[in-house]
Every structure is written in structure tokens, then in C-alpha cells.
């Protein structure tokens, strides 16, 4: 079955629909156009360093500004090739990719998921999750679950409140847009106190979202909050000090 399947939708790469030998995959050409993720980084934010600054070395906005997470890492650069593959799970619904996306991350997360006690995906309002049916952040979350063994649990997080788009805002912006958002829904206080949580999320951009989840869940008593993003804005501007 999956056979003939193949005959009547051949598997193609996920960034150029170039043929490939299985669903879900790039082609040779496609993943040199990805830049993947490692280490040196920011020991908070997960910021690439050109060079190895030393262990526990951060950027210049974490230093100015400790973000309220406590790590967070990506599995590879938001650039104008990777936008694509984002794009077509946030916007487009395209979930062949999901396996290796998710594959992606847990190899971003490698050091967190090891003590992880759940895996927490950033919500939708209401309003959005109808207009757009499907949870991106959800879905990387389920597969991220499957591949590491965490538990997904969407019933964590809320967003209490619509905001605006957070593109071509500020970085503080951004976060004033955030800012009291979500909240940890009643029946999920007990079970998360002293717990270990992951956030997860397509695009880090400034963290803001990110931040005021974490807040949320620190607020109702998790121990520790890290996150994980598919993809990330690397600004030139984001030095190390």
C-alpha cells in the first residue's frame, strides 16, 4: 500500500518538492541550505557564538535582561529557505515534515529532555485555533513526545486573551503585546508544581511570548521552564559580553 501511495503522491523534499527517496525528507541540495543549531551557544537563549566565549558565556540581551525561561534552543536559524519549511506547517498545514522536524528538535533539546517532566505547547486563542483549525506548536509537541518519550500536555497553558499579530513589532513591543496573555488553568496547578517543564514553539523571535508563558508556569510553581523552538531570528545586533 505504501508502495503504490508513493506511485500516486511520490515523495518529494520538504524545501524544493525536488524527488526523494521517502516522504519527509530534503534533498541533498535542500539541506545545505539549512543551518542548524549547536553549540558554541548562549548559555540562556541559545544564541550562536562564532567562537567558543567559555561555559556560561551569554549574549548581550540576556546579560542586560535575564530572560524569565531558564535555557532556550533551536534547531536552526530562521533564514529565508528555512522560513519556507515554518510557513507551510504554520500557514500552509503541511505535516509530512512533522518526523523530522521533530527529530530536529530533540536533538536541539538533547540536555533538557533528559529531565523534562512535560512537554508544553505554546496555545492558541480560541478565536485563532478555529480560524486556523490546527496548533502548530501542538503538533511539533506530539511528535517531539512521540520521538523523546516526554509527555504533551496542551492542557497546561491557556491564552486568556486574544493580542495582535506580533510581526513588525519591537522587542519590547512584543512583550507589552504579551504581557499577561496566558495562564495556567486550574486543574493543571497540583501537577505542575515542582515540575520540569519544556515550552514548545515554531520561531523564537525576541522570546517575548515565550517569556510570559514562562512566567505563567513559574507563577503556578514549576520549578524549572526551558524551551524549545524549530527555528530562530538570529540578529547581528545580539552580541556576547
Known amino acids: 500500500m505504501r508502495g503504490f501511495a508513493d506511485l500516486i503522491w511520490p515523495p518529494v523534499s520538504l524545501l524544493s518538492y525536488e524527488p526523494v527517496s521517502a ?11 539549512i543551518v542548524f543549531l549547536d553549540d558554541p551557544q548562549c548559555a ?5 557564538f562564532d567562537w567558543p566565549p567559555g561555559e556560561g558565556a551569554v549574549c548581550g540581551p540576556c546579560a542586560a535582561r535575564a530572560p524569565a525561561f531558564d535555557t532556550a534552543r533551536s534547531a536552526f536559524v530562521y533564514t529565508p529557505e528555512s522560513r519556507r519549511l515554518v510557513l507551510s506547517l504554520k500557514h500552509g498545514g503541511r505535516v509530512d515534515g512533522l518526523a523530522a522536524f521533530g527529530g530536529w528538535i530533540r536533538r536541539a533539546g538533547r540536555d533538557m529532555l533528559a529531565e523534562a517532566d512535560y ?6 486563542h480560541p478565536r485563532r485555533l478555529r480560524q486556523r483549525r490546527f496548533n502548530q506548536s501542538l503538533l ?6 512521540k520521538l523523546s518519550g516526554v509527555t504533551c500536555d496542551p492542557h497546561i497553558l491557556m491564552r486568556r486573551r486574544a493580542t ?10 512584543r512583550r507589552r503585546n504579551v504581557a499577561g496573555a496566558f495562564a495556567v488553568r486550574q486543574s493543571a496547578k497540583e ?10 514553539d515554531d520561531v523564537y523571535t525576541t522570546g517575548a511570548t515565550l517569556e510570559a508563558c514562562a512566567r505563567a508556569l513559574k507563577r503556578a510553581g514549576a520549578a524549572r521552564v526551558d524551551a524549545l523552538t524549530l527555528a530562530r531570528v538570529v540578529r547581528t545586533s545580539d552580541v556576547i559580553t
Open 164 to 173: 495582535p499579530s506580533q510581526g513588525g513589532q519591537s522587542a519590547k513591543g
Open 191 to 200: 501537577r505542575i508544581k515542582g515540575a520540569r517543564l519544556i515550552l514548545i
Open 23 to 33: 516522504h519527509g525528507q530534503l534533498s541533498p541540495a535542500d539541506w545545505s541550505k
Open 140 to 145: 511539533l509537541a506530539q511528535s517531539l513526545a
Open 119 to 124: 512537554l508544553v505547547p505554546v496555545p492558541l
Open 44 to 48: 540562556a537563549c541559545g544564541f550562536p
